[in-house]
């Protein structure tokens, strides 16, 4: 079901979810109860790779609903150390 956008004059932005084509040109404000327009807006395609999608997911749901965190995480979570040199190459210069 698309997403549209409406726009109340006192409290600014609204959306809102219709079956496709059937989207009113005015909704009430859910806040004020004034009369919020339809905006002409791009429209959303998800034409990228799935994982460009899951990430641009997850940084939009993150703006109405941030994942809390109880503690800061545990010292084993930190990122694995780099493999060693080889040998081979561990006496040329480095920059």
Known sequence: MPLYAYRCGDDGAVEAMWPMGAAPPAIPCPICG??????VTA?????????????????????????????PPSRTSRAPRPAPLDPRTAALPRP
């Open 43 to 71: 429209p959303m395609l998800g034409l990228a790779d799935r994982t460009r999608m899951a990430a641009i997911d997850r940084a939009e749901a993150s703006r109405t609903e941030p994942t809390v965190v109880s503690a």
């Open 34 to 39: 004034g009369e919020a327009a339809r905006m």
